[in-house]
């Protein structure tokens, strides 16, 4: 089986920070790009940031030098680190692993909740 479990949502208030972790299984982890996607009531998913298998980055340009991605591939991890949290981060954040090299596979984790107070 597939799995991506994510951890480390919570309420933070504004101005902190969290550090959202995906921990996933029965794939394998080094041929998948990563990415964290985040979901608030009545608008459309949105990709926040991905890492490739190479280790290349992207951002929404509403977290850039607020967020990093990274990866462990020896622990089969990806993280979120999110520093200076706003209102507006409050979302579900969703872990979503995808292989785009030969076959094609997407994945993704049951969300984990981020409520950032003001």
């Known amino acids: 089986q597939v799995q991506l479990v994510e951890s480390g949502g919570g309420l933070v208030q504004a101005g902190g920070s969290l550090r959202l972790s995906c921990a996933a299984s029965g794939i394998t982890f080094s041929v998948y790009d990563m990415g964290w996607y985040r979901q608030v009531p009545g608008k459309q998913r949105e990709l926040v940031a991905r890492?490739?298998?190479?280790?290349?980055?992207n951002y929404v340009d509403s977290v850039k030098g607020r967020f990093t991605i990274s990866r462990d591939n020896a622990k089969n991890t990806v993280y979120l680190q999110m520093n200076s949290l706003e209102p507006d981060d409050t979302a579900v954040y969703y872990c979503?692993?995808?292989?785009?090299?030969?076959?094609?596979?997407?994945?993704w984790g049951k969300g984990t909740l981020v409520t950032v107070s003001s």
């Open positions: 890492i490739t298998r190479a280790s290349n980055t």
């Open positions: 979503n692993a995808r292989r785009n090299l030969g076959f094609r596979a997407d994945y």
